[in-house]
């Protein structure tokens, strides 16, 4: 195995980057989308529903196939897929909605891969502090998430939405081809890991991140259009709240990355989505207040942020041997998250609102869930 040095790692966090567009594109440009392939904007979460079935799916799979094969395949393929699909997304006629279907759930395919990769192999880089590597990859992850909508902002500026597709698609392949040079890293050594796992255990985690992948999407997804249909925003302001979000976000990761180790992993977890039900709440008292709901979006996006890596963190640290088939199994579930909640969502808002009580249900859910880890940690 290759040892990673500090132009590796500027290369997997580039590729992180990309996952972070590719995870809001489509939540950038839904109500386009909706109108381009002629479908009623309530029913818009479909799209994300077809990304994370894909997402779900290659998590799984590629989780087990991180614990007996080489790394840099999977890293490979995971790029290459987003970048493809992002060009056919972009080529495919109005009257093939399907077909569109197809191309996001194989770009969620993409983006699955790359994202159990980057948190599986993230503790590798740094074993004796895997929560602030993790934290650290998972900033890179905001900072493409804040570019997607801004991007996608000027391609619908340009008159063309799709132009984010082409954008965004170029990079996925290039990177694809920077991770030849990336560390082949060798599955772990392989043990009878499976007898040590209570599985019973993970339930709290798998739930958490069930339900916390779905709110991150969900409000993400839903904030712009609460903000156009209720506080009568433009849509660039919507795009805005969108960035401001995964801004708290990705500044919440970067603050982690320094204080993980130095408070419990399980506070941070419950101050973190203390601040999510706020800033959801939020929106439901000042739903027509733009600029507090521009606030609210970076406060609930600042929330949002150690809940994925020190979740992960946590898993590492009580599961090491077999980390890919658990951590694989547990994205799997929080992505499938993301399949239903942000559907479930534009249900409950008919077209009218971002739905944003679904939100503020999920962070109560969330709590319960943290205090459990908690409690098994001091038991």
Known sequence: ??????????????????????????????????????????????????????????????????????????????????????????????????????????????????????????????????????????????????????????????????LIYWWAGAIGIIVAGVFIFMPNFAPAKKSDSSAKIMWASLFPFGILLFVYVGVEIGFSSWISPQMTLVALSTATVGSLAISLFWAGLTAGRFIASFIAGRISNELLLLMGISMVAIGAGGVLVFPSNETILLALSFVAGFGCAPVFPLTLAILNRRYAEGFGRVSGLIIAIGNSGAIFLPTIQGQVGAGQNGGMIVPLLGAGVMFICASLIMRTKSA
């Open 1 to 162: 195995m290759t040892s990673p040095n500090p132009v590796n790692r500027i290369i997997f966090r580039i590729a992180f980057t990309l996952t972070g567009i590719g995870a809001t594109v489509i939540p950038s440009t839904l109500e386009s989308l909706t109108t381009y392939f002629q479908i009623p904007l309530e029913n818009g979460g479909f799209f994300t529903a077809a990304f994370f079935i894909g997402a779900s799916l290659a998590v799984f799979i590629g989780g087990r196939l991180l614990d007996a094969n080489m790394s840099r395949p999977l890293s490979m393929s995971g790029a290459g897929l987003l970048g493809i699909s992002l060009v056919i997304l972009a080529i495919i006629p109005s009257n093939l909605a399907v077909l569109g279907f197809v191309s996001v759930a194989f770009l969620g395919i993409g983006h699955g891969l790359l994202v159990v990769c980057g948190n599986t192999l993230a503790p590798r880089y740094n074993p004796e502090h895997p929560a602030r590597e993790l934290s650290a990859i998972n900033f890179f992850f905001g900072i493409g998430a804040i570019m997607g909508p801004q991007v996608a902002s000027l391609g619908l500026n340009n008159g063309d939405f799709r």
